[in-house]
């Protein structure tokens, strides 16, 4: 399956990699302690790839979404992958605000309009196609899924998966049940990324499509 747009593939790519770290800071029954805090940056502190330590403080603003928890951390750039990770799951715009690294403010700011699903805080983007995104993506937050229905040809296809992706990560498969039968299986390709489940691709006809869900899904 071919999506279109590169925001589209930046903006899930990072949604499907908070999940799992989102459901582990659910089940927990306790919030880190300081010393588990000063731990967990010592051990992000100690790798020698600066991607990998992108992801780590990341995945760290994850599991302990305090920005206390990011305050902790020396170096700007990784202090700000911290605050997006925040972002993820917050309503404050405030926490954008105190990202300076270029090209993470935008995405900061799109998570929070999802989540409050309020099209104001797309204004606070700065570059066009980012707003642009930012208002499709608080679009599909708030409509029903059908919506997509009243895209053009050939943007519905990448409306479809969208839209399922995103409500497959606060809701569940029934959202595929509103629209119409030709496209369920981009459908359940989007609901089966979010929610990194294969099994759900056994629910589609179309090999090509059933090869095109396992592999999303396994990602």
């Known amino acids: 399956m071919k999506i279109k747009l590169l925001w589209v593939v930046i903006i899930l790519s990072v949604l499907l990699v908070g999940v799992i770290f989102i459901v582990i800071y659910a089940l927990r029954d306790d919030k880190f302690s300081v010393h588990e805090i000063d731990t967990e940056i ?5 790798k020698m790839n600066q991607e990998e330590r992108y992801e ?45 690294t270029e090209g993470l403010g935008d995405p900061c700011y799109t998570f929070i309009a999802i989540n409050k699903e309020d099209f104001s805080i797309c204004e606070k983007t700065i570059d066009e196609g980012s707003k642009d995104y930012c208002y499709a993506y608080v679009n599909m937050a708030k409509r029903d899924i059908s919506s997509c229905d009243q895209a053009s040809e050939p943007d519905k296809e990448t409306c479809y998966y969208t839209a399922a992706y995103i409500k497959g990560i606060k809701g569940n498969l029934s959202v595929c049940d509103k629209i119409d039968q030709q496209w369920k299986e981009t459908c359940y390709i989007g609901v089966a990324a979010a929610k990194r489940d294969q099994s759900i691709c056994d629910r589609i006809q179309d090999q090509t499509a059933k090869d095109d869900c396992y592999r999303y899904a396994n990602q």
Do not use: H, V, W
Not at 42 to 46: H, L, T
């Open 42 to 46: 010592k051990i992000c502190d100690q």
């Open 56 to 100: 780590c403080f990341y995945n760290l603003g994850l599991i302990d979404p305090k920005m206390s928890t990011c305050d902790k951390i020396k170096i700007q750039a990784e202090k700000d992958y911290c605050y997006l990770a925040i972002a993820k799951t917050s309503t404050d715009p405030s926490i954008c605000g105190r990202i300076i």
